[in-house]
Protein backbone atom coordinates (compact mmCIF):
# COMPACT_ATOMS: atom_id res chain seq x y z
CA UNK A 1 0.00 0.00 0.00
CA UNK A 2 2.10 3.12 -1.31
CA UNK A 3 1.26 6.80 -1.60
CA UNK A 4 2.91 9.58 -2.34
CA UNK A 5 3.31 13.30 -0.42
CA UNK A 6 1.90 16.16 -2.94
CA UNK A 7 2.59 19.48 -2.92
CA UNK A 8 5.82 21.14 -1.94
CA UNK A 9 7.68 17.53 -1.00
CA UNK A 10 6.35 15.66 -4.30
CA UNK A 11 9.97 14.84 -5.02
CA UNK A 12 10.29 13.22 -1.84
CA UNK A 13 10.78 9.10 -1.14
CA UNK A 14 7.45 7.30 -1.49
CA UNK A 15 5.95 7.00 1.97
CA UNK A 16 3.79 4.07 3.09
CA UNK A 17 1.06 4.73 5.26
CA UNK A 18 -1.93 3.05 6.11
CA UNK A 19 -5.20 2.96 8.45
CA UNK A 20 -2.89 2.53 11.39
CA UNK A 21 -1.02 6.21 10.49
CA UNK A 22 -4.62 7.93 11.15
CA UNK A 23 -6.63 8.74 14.13
CA UNK A 24 -10.16 8.40 12.41
CA UNK A 25 -13.43 10.26 13.95
CA UNK A 26 -17.22 10.71 12.77
CA UNK A 27 -18.25 10.61 9.57
CA UNK A 28 -18.49 13.99 8.46
CA UNK A 29 -20.00 13.54 4.21
CA UNK A 30 -20.97 11.04 2.06
CA UNK A 31 -20.78 10.23 -1.37
CA UNK A 32 -21.94 7.93 -4.20
CA UNK A 33 -18.97 5.67 -3.78
CA UNK A 34 -17.99 5.75 0.61
CA UNK A 35 -17.80 8.38 3.28
CA UNK A 36 -15.83 10.96 4.58
CA UNK A 37 -14.31 10.83 8.11
CA UNK A 38 -12.82 13.46 9.97
CA UNK A 39 -8.98 12.07 11.46
CA UNK A 40 -5.61 12.93 12.96
CA UNK A 41 -2.81 11.93 11.37
CA UNK A 42 -0.83 9.88 14.56
CA UNK A 43 2.81 11.15 13.93
CA UNK A 44 1.68 15.25 13.60
CA UNK A 45 -2.01 15.61 15.03
CA UNK A 46 -2.84 17.46 11.80
CA UNK A 47 -6.62 17.13 11.14
CA UNK A 48 -7.52 16.46 7.44
CA UNK A 49 -10.58 14.62 6.09
CA UNK A 50 -10.49 11.18 5.22
CA UNK A 51 -12.37 10.19 1.71
CA UNK A 52 -13.11 6.85 2.11
CA UNK A 53 -14.05 4.96 -1.51
CA UNK A 54 -15.24 1.37 -1.53
CA UNK A 55 -13.95 -0.89 -4.36
CA UNK A 56 -16.56 -3.03 -4.15
CA UNK A 57 -19.32 -0.21 -4.21
CA UNK A 58 -16.99 1.48 -7.13
CA UNK A 59 -17.41 -1.81 -9.07
CA UNK A 60 -20.94 -2.52 -8.96
CA UNK A 61 -21.73 1.31 -9.76
CA UNK A 62 -19.08 0.71 -12.58
CA UNK A 63 -17.69 3.94 -11.07
CA UNK A 64 -13.76 2.63 -11.76
CA UNK A 65 -13.12 5.71 -14.03
CA UNK A 66 -14.34 8.20 -12.17
CA UNK A 67 -12.38 7.17 -9.35
CA UNK A 68 -9.61 7.10 -10.79
CA UNK A 69 -9.99 10.40 -12.49
CA UNK A 70 -10.83 11.80 -8.87
CA UNK A 71 -7.54 10.65 -7.55
CA UNK A 72 -5.71 12.26 -11.29
CA UNK A 73 -7.42 16.07 -10.79
CA UNK A 74 -6.09 16.01 -6.88
CA UNK A 75 -2.78 15.17 -7.76
CA UNK A 76 -3.01 17.50 -10.42
CA UNK A 77 -4.56 20.75 -8.74
CA UNK A 78 -2.39 19.82 -5.22
CA UNK A 79 0.85 19.48 -7.07
CA UNK A 80 3.31 22.28 -6.26
CA UNK A 81 2.19 24.95 -4.39
CA UNK A 82 -1.40 24.37 -3.15
CA UNK A 83 -4.31 26.86 -3.75
CA UNK A 84 -6.47 28.30 -0.70
CA UNK A 85 -9.56 28.11 -2.45
CA UNK A 86 -9.77 24.50 -3.58
CA UNK A 87 -9.95 21.38 -1.30
CA UNK A 88 -6.40 19.94 -2.08
CA UNK A 89 -5.22 16.51 -1.24
CA UNK A 90 -2.02 15.27 0.71
CA UNK A 91 -2.02 11.68 0.78
CA UNK A 92 -3.64 9.23 -1.13
CA UNK A 93 -3.40 5.55 -0.04
CA UNK A 94 -5.64 1.76 -0.22
CA UNK A 95 -6.44 -0.65 1.67
CA UNK A 96 -7.71 -4.12 0.31
CA UNK A 97 -11.42 -2.88 0.40
CA UNK A 98 -11.08 1.14 0.31
CA UNK A 99 -9.46 3.64 -1.50
CA UNK A 100 -8.63 6.75 0.79
CA UNK A 101 -7.85 10.22 0.61
CA UNK A 102 -6.25 12.17 3.16
CA UNK A 103 -8.05 16.09 2.44
CA UNK A 104 -7.63 19.06 3.94
CA UNK A 105 -10.15 19.59 6.69
CA UNK A 106 -13.50 21.95 5.85
CA UNK A 107 -15.94 22.08 9.01
CA UNK A 108 -18.05 25.10 7.97
CA UNK A 109 -20.58 23.74 6.09
CA UNK A 110 -20.94 24.14 2.61
CA UNK A 111 -23.17 26.94 0.68
CA UNK A 112 -25.96 25.18 0.19
CA UNK A 113 -26.64 24.00 3.31
CA UNK A 114 -26.32 27.96 4.33
CA UNK A 115 -28.81 28.50 1.95
CA UNK A 116 -30.92 26.56 3.18
CA UNK A 117 -31.18 27.51 7.00
CA UNK A 118 -30.39 30.72 6.76
CA UNK A 119 -31.44 32.29 2.94
CA UNK A 120 -30.51 33.97 0.12
CA UNK A 121 -26.69 35.51 0.46
CA UNK A 122 -26.32 39.39 0.54
CA UNK A 123 -24.33 40.84 -2.46
CA UNK A 124 -21.61 41.89 0.27
CA UNK A 125 -21.42 38.26 1.00
CA UNK A 126 -21.47 36.85 -2.78
CA UNK A 127 -18.86 39.26 -3.68
CA UNK A 128 -16.38 37.95 -1.49
CA UNK A 129 -17.61 33.95 -1.95
CA UNK A 130 -17.23 34.42 -5.60
CA UNK A 131 -13.97 36.53 -5.55
CA UNK A 132 -12.60 33.15 -4.29
CA UNK A 133 -14.27 30.73 -6.05
CA UNK A 134 -13.16 32.76 -9.09
CA UNK A 135 -8.94 32.33 -7.90
CA UNK A 136 -9.78 28.24 -7.30
CA UNK A 137 -11.15 27.85 -10.99
CA UNK A 138 -8.17 29.80 -12.46
CA UNK A 139 -6.07 27.66 -10.45
CA UNK A 140 -7.68 25.00 -12.24
CA UNK A 141 -8.21 26.75 -15.66
CA UNK A 142 -4.53 27.18 -15.66
CA UNK A 143 -3.44 23.31 -15.35
CA UNK A 144 -6.03 22.87 -18.56
CA UNK A 145 -8.86 21.58 -16.12
CA UNK A 146 -12.06 22.42 -16.27
CA UNK A 147 -14.18 21.34 -13.26
CA UNK A 148 -17.70 20.73 -14.57
CA UNK A 149 -20.22 20.52 -11.20
CA UNK A 150 -19.96 23.91 -9.80
CA UNK A 151 -23.22 23.97 -7.81
CA UNK A 152 -23.98 25.52 -3.78
CA UNK A 153 -23.34 22.08 -2.48
CA UNK A 154 -19.39 21.48 -3.54
CA UNK A 155 -18.26 25.03 -1.76
CA UNK A 156 -17.40 24.55 1.39
CA UNK A 157 -16.39 26.72 3.92
CA UNK A 158 -13.65 26.56 6.56
CA UNK A 159 -13.59 27.61 10.23
CA UNK A 160 -12.78 31.07 9.51
CA UNK A 161 -15.56 31.97 6.41
CA UNK A 162 -13.28 31.17 3.66
CA UNK A 163 -14.58 28.90 0.95
CA UNK A 164 -12.62 25.69 -1.22
CA UNK A 165 -14.53 24.21 -4.42
CA UNK A 166 -14.62 20.11 -3.40
CA UNK A 167 -15.24 17.07 -4.99
CA UNK A 168 -13.15 17.19 -8.34
CA UNK A 169 -14.93 13.48 -9.64
CA UNK A 170 -16.32 15.20 -12.38
CA UNK A 171 -13.95 17.67 -13.71
CA UNK A 172 -11.44 16.69 -16.56
CA UNK A 173 -8.49 17.81 -18.89
CA UNK A 174 -10.08 20.31 -21.30
CA UNK A 175 -7.51 19.95 -23.93
CA UNK A 176 -8.99 16.17 -24.69
CA UNK A 177 -12.34 14.94 -26.36
CA UNK A 178 -15.13 15.11 -24.41
CA UNK A 179 -18.25 12.40 -24.99
CA UNK A 180 -20.19 12.58 -22.55
CA UNK A 181 -21.92 15.29 -20.58
CA UNK A 182 -21.10 15.55 -16.44
CA UNK A 183 -22.75 17.87 -13.69
CA UNK A 184 -25.60 18.53 -11.97
CA UNK A 185 -28.71 19.97 -14.07
CA UNK A 186 -29.69 23.26 -13.88
CA UNK A 187 -25.99 24.38 -14.08
CA UNK A 188 -24.05 22.53 -17.18
CA UNK A 189 -23.54 24.93 -19.77
CA UNK A 190 -25.46 24.18 -23.27
CA UNK A 191 -22.16 23.04 -25.18
CA UNK A 192 -21.92 20.87 -21.92
CA UNK A 193 -25.31 19.25 -22.62
CA UNK A 194 -24.93 19.39 -26.07
CA UNK A 195 -23.52 15.65 -26.66
CA UNK A 196 -19.90 15.57 -29.08
CA UNK A 197 -19.69 19.47 -28.57
CA UNK A 198 -16.13 20.49 -27.94
CA UNK A 199 -15.98 22.89 -24.93
CA UNK A 200 -13.00 24.57 -22.62
CA UNK A 201 -12.95 25.66 -19.30
CA UNK A 202 -15.70 28.76 -20.41
CA UNK A 203 -18.66 25.93 -19.45
CA UNK A 204 -17.06 26.83 -15.88
CA UNK A 205 -17.88 30.02 -15.69
CA UNK A 206 -21.67 29.44 -17.45
CA UNK A 207 -22.07 27.62 -13.70
CA UNK A 208 -20.44 30.08 -12.18
CA UNK A 209 -23.24 32.59 -12.80
CA UNK A 210 -26.16 30.07 -12.61
CA UNK A 211 -24.25 29.29 -9.04
CA UNK A 212 -24.70 33.08 -7.92
CA UNK A 213 -28.30 33.37 -9.24
CA UNK A 214 -29.14 30.29 -7.24
CA UNK A 215 -27.11 32.10 -4.34
CA UNK A 216 -28.99 35.21 -4.21
CA UNK A 217 -32.62 34.40 -5.47
CA UNK A 218 -32.92 30.90 -3.91
CA UNK A 219 -33.72 29.07 -7.52
CA UNK A 220 -31.68 28.44 -10.11
CA UNK A 221 -32.37 30.14 -13.39
CA UNK A 222 -33.55 26.89 -14.92
CA UNK A 223 -35.38 25.45 -12.59
CA UNK A 224 -39.02 27.04 -13.33
CA UNK A 225 -42.29 25.63 -11.44
CA UNK A 226 -39.76 23.64 -8.69
CA UNK A 227 -39.62 20.75 -11.30
CA UNK A 228 -37.82 17.92 -10.92
CA UNK A 229 -37.62 16.66 -14.36
CA UNK A 230 -33.86 16.66 -15.70
CA UNK A 231 -34.26 16.50 -19.31
CA UNK A 232 -37.21 19.51 -18.74
CA UNK A 233 -34.52 21.56 -16.80
CA UNK A 234 -31.95 20.59 -19.38
CA UNK A 235 -33.91 21.39 -22.39
CA UNK A 236 -34.97 24.56 -20.71
CA UNK A 237 -31.58 25.83 -19.62
CA UNK A 238 -31.05 25.18 -24.06
CA UNK A 239 -34.28 26.97 -25.19
CA UNK A 240 -33.54 30.12 -22.62
CA UNK A 241 -30.30 30.88 -23.65
CA UNK A 242 -31.12 30.17 -27.50
CA UNK A 243 -33.71 32.61 -26.90
CA UNK A 244 -31.33 34.73 -25.24
CA UNK A 245 -28.44 34.99 -27.69
CA UNK A 246 -30.26 34.24 -31.19
Known sequence: MTTRKLGLESQLAVLQLTMNDFSVHRIIGRGGFGEVYGCRKADTGKMYAMKCLD?????????????????????????????????????????????????????????????????VFNELEMKFYAAEVILGLEHMHRRYIVYRDLKPANILLDEHGHVRISDLGLACDFLQEKTS???????????????????????????FGCMLYKLLKGHSPFRQHKTKDKHEIDRMTLTMVSGQFT
Not at 181 to 194: N, R
Request: charged share 20%; with cysteine.
Open 181 to 207: CQGTHGYMAPEVLSKGTAYDSSADWFS
Open 55 to 119: KKRIKMKQGETLALNERIMLSLVSTGVDCPFIVCMTYAFHTPDKLCFILDLMNGGDLHYHLSQHG
